[in-house]
DNA sequence: GCAGTACGGGG
DNA sequence: GTGTACGTACTGC
């Protein structure tokens, strides 16, 4: 027997000997990476009887077929959705025999219903066990010996430990540059060139032909530089390997040209292979090795937190690193490497590449270090995890501490009729278009988690038998919550939030850190996730209810600030679900904020209005149909001379770059107070020259990706009509091919006058189009405001050829 | 207005 | 594998 202190990375299942067993992976506190075998965990799930326990019971322990067998069942008391009944916990002989198992009594007299049978074995070992990736366990165990790459233990005995001690991962990062004589992405035809890896104290370049680059290591052929990133990373044995969006290129990408080579890609720790998915938003994965795709983490987690609107590296490492992508146009490596030229430019590319990765996953590591201890599942799962998802798991994880048993996932008619019930959503006050000096705002912190809390909203509390005369939630007579049991969900909701208070008080007398930092934010993150979960039609604590109430409970107080405010004469120009904007007119920012303290004083429970800022000046828009002000739409100038652009118009690819420089130029113009007359000055001078033909053609192409086989498509889109011609040339077309076109001169429909970017010139492009369909839409609801009409845009000599699209 | 399709990230 | 995205915006008909 051996005793030592390990901390858990990744976790994977086989069956050996018709037995289910369980490798946890991961590092000793003296860095060695090892592995624990557990055999004694077998695989279960729940069933609710429906009158006779003890019939079915009996039935069931006899249930056995070729396929899947019971094993053993035993009765338990256990809650659903805060209601106590008699369970039957069904044990089965391996993980696959579960579902089995389900389908086969599902339909019995005596089975009311079945719960939890799709929880993946190895998750509910690491709930069940209450093991948490990353914490430092003390471990009774003894040698035992399997295939693989590191020392194995057969557990006997796994203990927490006090100790707080961080968990340093081992993280490398890797990137590769593929050969594209064309914009076609194809790993069947084009070789890897390149491959990079990253990681504390270490940097390397792979690659075949020869470099200069100091990093460089030269192999022979591609098949070696795959055998070579094998031993590097069987070598350096990291926790952590990382791409960005490694999940659906660069992973995928190596699997197919090492089957081409017949290598094998055994990266598992147990020699197992690279495990790739089919197709998009499946993961890759390696047995031992966490397999982190950072790009997938700042999609589904950071999204809202990202500011730049798109998730490419470059701007991603902007915002977060203040660092970019090397200079460099990696369209022409091919031709390069043809004639080889320039390849030690495109090593350092690639090596920034790397770097860049890995120095997004060491800042990240707290904040996804921080989701796997709350949901207690490994990096790998929690990293691609949506918010809904986190949810889900994290109440999952909860469940056993409250006696709870989950409830199940909806089925494909449950989610179409959830779907289409709607409910009311946060309030309103529309703004009046225009321009507004001195605006201050306000907003409510954490508004939905603090309602949950401070009103009690469960699934579990909702309509109870024992409150029939409380109060109802306002406006919704039907509903209302249980005032003498706190429910499972305000029951976590509250200590996440009495969590994230305290850390904040840490951080207030200790400073900030980026672990507590970074710890505040998850527990935020989470909490607001929440009113979303419950009104998420895939949730399996959905309800219509209780998320209907939250939003019931946020009109009723945001409305009594706005009626508050009105009646101390701040002019309330806006107002969205916790945000409240207001001019100060003859006030000033010191009265605003005692206004904000008074209101405080009245609130409930955590329920908090905070002063959020003070702004010189602030845009609304119309909108297109009513003419009102536009919800989310607006522009604010702040103290420090910034320009804040909500929710116009997202530039996507297949806008032209001159519709978005016209609008940001405008939004500038008009703010910072150089007047209307200037901002329409400026569109119409752009107008002008669209229509002089004296803009660029390159600032008026289009870009759209092709998505599958040109003869696949029923309906024939303008970049579909200009890859046709591309093929008709000899220009190989395929899917995932970035078609670039220009809207040029011509009758018919988009299609017909799309012409390639090479084939015109400055002269031929479309004005009309441009003008149209690109520039004025962006421009025209700005300058309405100042009662400009989209004809003021159009100079004389366009007036004409113009108006008959008014 | 509906149905079908593309977007994202990567080279 | 107790699994198979996702929410939004545009174009064509």
Not at 101 to 116: A, H
Not at 717 to 733: S, T
Request: overall charge negative; some cysteine; glycine content about 6%.
């Amino acid at each position: 027997m051996v005793n030592f202190n390990f901390y858990p990375v990744d976790i994977n299942q086989k069956v050996v000997d018709n037995k289910a067993f369980l490798y946890l992976y991961g590092r000793t506190d003296k860095g060695e990476q090892i592995c624990l075998v557990e055999k004694d965990f077998q695989p279960y799930f729940w069933v609710l009887p429906k009158e006779n326990p003890d019939e079915l019971k009996a039935k069931l322990e006899k249930l056995q077929t070729d396929e899947f067998k019971v094993v053993k069942v035993e009765t338990e008391k256990k809650k659903h959705l805060e209601v106590e009944h008699e369970f039957l916990k069904v044990f089965t002989d391996l993980p696959k025999s579960v579902p089995k198992v389900r389908n086969e009594i599902k339909y019995w007299d005596l089975v009311k219903d079945c719960f939890e049978y799709d929880i993946l074995f190895t998750r509910r070992y690491l709930i069940d066990k209450n093991i948490i990736p990353f914490n430092l366990y003390n471990i009774e165990a003894e040698k035992t010996v399997e295939k693989g790459k590191v020392e194995c233990f057969e557990v006997k005995e796994i203990k927490t430990t006090d100790s707080d001690s961080n968990f340093e991962p081992d993280i490398i990062a890797f990137d590769i540059e593929t050969y594209n004589p064309t914009a076609l992405i194809d790993p069947k035809e084009n070789a890897i060139l390149m491959i990079a890896l990253y990681g504390k104290d270490y940097k390397k370049i792979i690659t075949w032909k020869k470099n200069d680059h100091e990093d460089a290591e030269i192999v022979d052929s591609e098949a070696e530089l795959i055998e070579k990133f094998k031993k590097i990373v069987a070598d350096k044995k990291p926790d952590i390997l990382c791409g960005y969006f490694s999940d659906e290129f660069d992973f995928p990408y190596i699997k197919a040209r090492a089957d081409k080579y017949r290598i094998k890609l055994d990266l598992g720790l147990d020699y197992s292979e690279l495990k790739t998915g089919r197709g998009a938003s499946t993961s890759c994965t390696i047995a031992g090795i966490c397999h982190l795709d950072v790009y997938r983490f700042i999609r589904s987690v950071l999204r809202t937190a990202i500011k730049g609107g798109s998730f490419s590296l470059d701007s991603v490492s902007k915002e977060l690193l203040g660092a970019q992508k090397e200079d460099v146009d990696v369209n022409n490596l091919a031709t390069d490497w043809d004639n080889d030229t320039n390849l030690e430019m495109y090593a350092q590319y690639n090596l920034q590449d790397s770097k860049l990765t890995y120095d997004l996953a060491v800042k990240l590591f707290p904040n996804m270090n921080e989701l796997v201890k709350m949901i207690g599942l490994t990096l790998s799962d929690t990293h691609r995890m949506g918010l809904s998802q986190l949810v889900e798991w994290f109440l999952l994880k909860q469940a056993p501490d409250f006696n709870e048993i989950a409830p199940n996932r909806p089925k494909r008619d449950t989610i179409t009729e959830r779907r289409s019930q709607t409910y009311t959503g946060g309030f309103v006050f529309e703004p009046t278009p225009g321009i507004y000096f001195n605006v201050v705002i306000f907003d409510f912190r954490s508004l939905y988690p603090t309602i949950v809390a401070s009103h009690n909203i469960s699934v579990g509390t909702l309509n109870c038998d024992c409150c029939e005369d409380a109060e109802p939630t306002p406006g919704l007579e039907n509903i209302r919550f249980c005032k003498r049991k706190k429910g499972f969900i305000p029951s976590v909701m509250e200590d996440l939030i009495e969590r994230r208070m305290r850390v904040k008080e840490i951080i207030k007398q200790k400073g900030e850190s980026p672990f507590l930092y970074a710890r505040q934010m998850s527990l935020k993150l989470l909490a607001n996730s929440f009113y979303g979960y419950l009104g998420f039609f895939g949730a399996r604590y959905y309800s219509f209810d209780c998320a209907q109430a939250i939003t019931a409970y946020s009109r009723h107080h945001i409305k009594k600030v706005i009626e508050d405010a009105n009646k101390e004469n701040f002019k309330v120009i806006y107002s969205d679900t916790d945000s409240i904007f207001l001019e100060l007119d003859k006030k000033t920012k010191d009265e605003a904020i005692k206004f904000v303290d008074k209101q405080n004083q009245d609130l409930p429970g955590l329920m908090e209005l905070e002063y959020e800022g003070f702004y010189p000046a602030a845009l609304f828009v119309p909108t297109k149909a009513s003419g009102a002000g536009a919800k989310k739409r607006y522009a604010l100038l702040d103290d420090k001379g910034k320009i804040n652009i909500k929710g116009f118009e997202t530039v996507r690819r297949n806008t032209s770059i001159i519709a978005k420089e016209t609008q940001e130029k405008v939004l500038k113009i008009l703010l910072s107070g150089e007047g209307d007359d200037k901002a329409l000055n400026y569109a119409k001078n752009i107008i002008k020259e669209l229509d002089d033909h004296t803009i660029p053609k390159e600032k008026v192409i289009i870009k759209t990706q092709l998505s599958k086989e040109l003869g696949a498509y029923e309906s024939v889109g303008p970049h579909v009509a200009i890859a046709e011609k591309m093929h008709k040339k000899g220009i190989p077309v395929g899917p995932g091919m970035v078609i670039s076109y220009v809207v040029c001169k011509g009758k018919g429909v988009i299609r017909d006058k799309a012409k390639l970017p090479e084939e015109c010139s400055d002269e031929d492009y479309d004005s009309e189009y441009y003008i149209n369909n690109q520039v004025i839409p962006v421009v025209e609801r700005i300058l309405e405001i100042f009662g400009h009409k989209k004809e003021e845009l159009l100079d004389k000599g366009s007036q004409d050829k113009l108006s008959k699209f008014f």
